[in-house]
């Protein structure tokens, strides 16, 4: 039961919280706040489109780098198939430019490429006497030495491509009973497939030469290498060539005793 106060007014008519019958009508106002939005946060719809850049992102990097890798490769096994050629490229140059020879046949044999005498198996082109031998305290030979070159099937990969170019060194120039055979042989490239001496008299490039019939060095030495074709196949190498100009002349002026 509620108990009105002397000042509050019955009449109807004049206090609208009272209805026709006398009762109060009491009005509560409830205030609700709404959160506010939070702005530190991501929808699905930013969340999804930043992934869809990060994936691109990491396609376009990865599709980068997989090239540089892959011509990185590339490099590194076109060095690696280089290298050996240039290197034996500058060791038959070298024992070319060092050429010394003799008519006579003593001590040095003649530059003769028909109808060497004491050819090994496999030999590739004539004799070379060169003067490029190394010089060291326990060999008994001087810097004179006769070098060969072969081509031979490899033993160690059976099957390969190409043969091997080996070098045959002969340090005893001067054997009392039996002839001279190679003290050293080292294989200096590998997959060849074919190995040319071409000799220039002045006016073009012969395949013979002979200083037994002909009273000098030729004018320069042309080698040509032509390496095998690989397993996978491809087109044929270009051959591999180097030019070593001739500086030796042989004396052909006869010589008289003086008395």
Same mark, same amino acid.
């Given at each position: 039961?509620?108990?009105?106060? #002397?000042?509050?007014?019955?009449?109807?008519?004049?206090?609208?919280?009272?209805? &026709?019958?006398? =009762?109060?009508?009491?009005?509560?106002?409830?205030?609700? !706040?709404?959160?506010?939005?939070?702005?530190?946060?991501?929808?699905?719809?930013?969340?999804?489109?930043?992934?869809?850049?990060?994936?691109?992102?990491?396609?376009?990097? /990865?599709?980068?780098?997989?090239?540089?890798?892959?011509?990185?490769?590339? $490099?590194? =096994?076109?060095?690696?198939?280089?290298?050996?050629? =240039?290197?034996?490229?500058?060791?038959?140059?070298?024992?070319?430019?060092?050429?010394?020879?003799?008519?006579?046949?003593?001590?040095?044999?003649?530059? %003769? $490429?028909?109808?060497?005498?004491?050819?090994?198996?496999?030999?590739?082109?004539?004799?070379? *006497?060169?003067?490029?031998? =190394?010089?060291?305290?326990?060999? #008994?030979?001087?810097?004179?030495?006769?070098?060969? *070159?072969?081509?031979?099937?490899?033993?160690?990969?059976?099957?390969?491509?190409?043969?091997?170019?080996?070098?045959?060194?002969?340090?005893?120039?001067?054997?009392?009973?039996?002839?001279?055979?190679?003290?050293?042989? /080292?294989?200096?490239?590998?997959?060849? %497939?074919?190995?040319?001496?071409? *000799? *220039?008299?002045?006016?073009?490039?012969? &395949?013979?030469?002979? $200083?037994?019939? %002909?009273?000098?060095?030729?004018?320069?030495?042309?080698?040509?290498?032509?390496?095998?074709? !690989?397993?996978?196949?491809?087109?044929?190498?270009?051959?591999?060539?180097?030019?070593?100009?001739?500086?030796?002349?042989?004396?052909?002026?006869?010589?008289?005793?003086? %008395?």
């Amino acid at each position: 039961m509620i108990q009105s106060s #002397p000042n509050l007014n019955l009449n109807p008519n004049l206090n609208p919280n009272l209805n &026709p019958s006398g =009762e109060i009508k009491i009005r509560i106002k409830i205030k609700i !706040r709404k959160k506010k939005k939070d702005s530190t946060a991501f929808t699905l719809m930013e969340v999804l489109i930043a992934i869809s850049i990060c994936a691109i992102l990491l396609v376009a990097i /990865h599709t980068v780098f997989y090239s540089a890798l892959r011509l990185r490769n590339s $490099t590194v =096994e076109s060095l690696e198939a280089s290298l050996p050629r =240039e290197q034996a490229l500058q060791i038959m140059q070298r024992d070319l430019a060092n050429i010394v020879i003799s008519t006579n046949g003593v001590f040095f044999g003649p530059l %003769q $490429t028909t109808n060497p005498t004491n050819a090994l198996p496999d030999q590739i082109g004539p004799d070379f *006497y060169t003067s490029g031998g =190394e010089l060291d305290g326990m060999a #008994p030979w001087g810097n004179v030495e006769k070098i060969d *070159y072969l081509l031979s099937v490899p033993t160690n990969r059976p099957g390969g491509v190409g043969k091997d170019l080996i070098r045959a060194v002969t340090r005893n120039l001067l054997p009392i009973t039996q002839i001279p055979q190679p003290e050293e042989k /080292h294989t200096i490239l590998s997959g060849v %497939q074919m190995l040319t001496f071409l *000799y *220039y008299d002045g006016t073009q490039w012969d &395949p013979n030469w002979d $200083t037994t019939q %002909q009273t000098n060095l030729p004018l320069a030495i042309k080698v040509q290498i032509q390496m095998a074709v !690989r397993s996978g196949g491809g087109l044929t190498p270009q051959p591999l060539e180097v030019v070593v100009p001739m500086d030796i002349l042989l004396n052909t002026n006869p010589i008289t005793a003086i %008395q």
